[in-house]
């Protein structure tokens, strides 16, 4: 029985108008950045989205957490559109989504301590205050792996993981149900990437938090997702269940990205995706991955590819994905 979504994206859009002269500034031409993206995240699990740069990934998360307006579409939290909110009513909304961003440097106050800088989302919410504000700061603190001392400490004074469970114990201060994880371990050492990793994961397990994860390593989000959704310029190109999509993939990009990391066994009858990705102000006709796939076909220029189930959740918007691409 499925279970029921907590956050679901519907044909969810932006475009973002290139304009050109200073005074009298004229359209060039339109960036599509996300283009009719559909999704949904039940209670407790974890979406990962994966794609090579520039795809529209974290534009997506964005739209999600209402950081970006969208030009079409919507976004449902718990069955309520959030962009038919006032920002006033968002307030109340924002305790529930959070957002970790992929720079742990850039994303933290370098004036600020790290007892202000987790407090603050309290402060404004009013979650907290007082001496149980105090007491909560030291008790996210321990809970990502801080100590006590490191309250009075300045973002620069700490490593590059350390600072990262800082922006989680940010995320984390007004009890969210929702995060999106936006490339959270890309800059970060391998063997401080697997020490975030597990604290994601017992954290969810704790709380029963729901996450976006957003990433281009597949390693990490096989480890990490119970879904997995393949983004490729500005669209979702397929999407399904972490183990019928590293096992059996069904679209032609998907089955290049995973040729990419994949090793032994697994990567037996591998592609090496060639070409660059056209840009995305001048998307090609028919599906926009012909001009890099290895069984495009005449009908691929004409006509775009309809998103269709070929089995239990499995997704994807491919022509000749039924002969079984492995």
């Known amino acids: 029985m499925a279970q029921e979504p907590l956050i679901e994206a519907h044909n969810l859009s932006k475009i973002f108008p290139l304009t050109e002269g200073f005074i009298f500034s004229r359209l ?32 997506t998360g964005k739209l999600l957490m209402r950081l970006l307006e969208p030009s079409g ?22 305790r ?11 994303s933290l106050n370098p004036r600020k301590t790290v007892a202000e800088i987790v407090a603050y989302p309290m402060r404004v919410t009013g979650a907290y205050r007082g001496r149980a504000l105090q007491e909560r700061v030291q008790e996210l603190l321990h809970l990502v792996g801080l100590r006590p001392h490191h309250a009075n400490r300045y973002p620069h004074q700490f490593s590059g993981g350390q600072r990262q469970r800082i922006g989680i114990a940010r995320a984390l201060a007004v009890d969210p149900r929702f995060i999106v994880l936006d490339e959270p371990v890309s800059a970060l050492d391998v063997s401080v990437q697997a020490q ?14 729901s996450y976006l994860f957003i990433a281009h390593d597949l390693n990490v989000v096989e480890h990490l ?18 183990k019928d999509l590293f096992s059996a993939p069904l679209h032609p990009y998907t089955h290049g990205l995973l040729s990419a990391v994949l090793t032994g066994e697994r990567a037996q009858g591998g592609i090496l995706l060639e070409g660059e990705i056209p840009s995305p102000t001048a998307i090609p006709s028919g599906c926009r991955f012909r001009t890099r796939c290895y069984v495009a076909r005449e009908i691929c220029a004409q006509v775009e590819p309809a998103w269709e189930e070929k089995g239990d959740g499995h997704w994807v918007a491919c022509h000749f994905a039924s002969e079984g691409l492995k």
């Open 196 to 209: 975030i990793i597990n604290l994601l994961m017992d954290l969810q397990e704790e709380f029963g938090l």
């Open 28 to 59: 060039v031409a339109e960036l599509r950045a996300v283009d009719g993206v559909s999704f949904s995240i039940p209670c407790g699990q974890t979406l990962g989205l994966v794609g090579e740069s520039g795809c529209g990934k974290s534009t």
């Open 73 to 94: 579409g919507a976004v449902y939290f718990q069955g309520q559109n959030i962009f038919e909110l006032e920002k006033a009513d968002m307030l109340p909304l924002r």
């Open 96 to 106: 529930q989504m959070q957002m970790v961003f992929q720079d742990p440097y850039s």
């Open 225 to 242: 997702s119970d879904r997995v959704a393949v983004m490729y310029l500005g669209k979702i190109v397929e999407l399904a269940d972490r």
